[in-house]
């Protein structure tokens, strides 16, 4: 199985930053995609941001030039670095991870996610 921790979460006026982090722990073999999805109140979740083992990303085009999203693959820790915050940013923050897990002799694909984070942008 896997684990995802996340952290970083809070309250923060327009315009600041804040950083999120999410460990993964567990029997892992590897990870390939690492990302940060977001629901807001009465809103479906939307993908924010992803990163792959070899370092591509993407963005929602709403965070595009504002967020970060970086991976330490030795630590199977993903980072999302949110500048420029907007009240529109607020939402529950939700780290997920597409990982090969191992159980005994064999491995198995799973998708994990994290308990979320609540990130809230004051005006």
């Known amino acids: 199985q896997v684990q995802l921790v996340e952290s970083g979460g809070g309250l923060v006026q327009a315009g600041g930053s804040l950083r999120l982090s999410c460990a993964a722990s567990?029997?892992?073999?590897?990870?390939?995609?690492m990302g940060w999805y977001r629901q807001a109140p009465g809103k479906q979740r939307e993908l924010v941001a992803a990163i792959r083992s070899g370092g591509s990303t993407n963005y929602a085009d709403s965070v595009k030039g504002r967020f970060t999203i970086s991976r330490d693959n030795a630590k199977n820790t993903v980072y999302l670095q949110m500048n420029s915050l907007k009240p529109e940013d607020t939402a529950v923050y939700y780290c997920?991870?597409?990982?090969?897990?191992?159980?005994?002799?064999?491995?198995?694909?799973?998708?994990?996610w994290g308990q979320g984070t609540l990130v809230t942008v004051s005006s």
């Open positions: 997920n991870a597409g990982a090969l897990v191992i159980e005994g002799t064999r491995v198995r694909a799973l998708d994990a």
């Open positions: 567990g029997t892992i073999s590897s990870i390939n995609v």
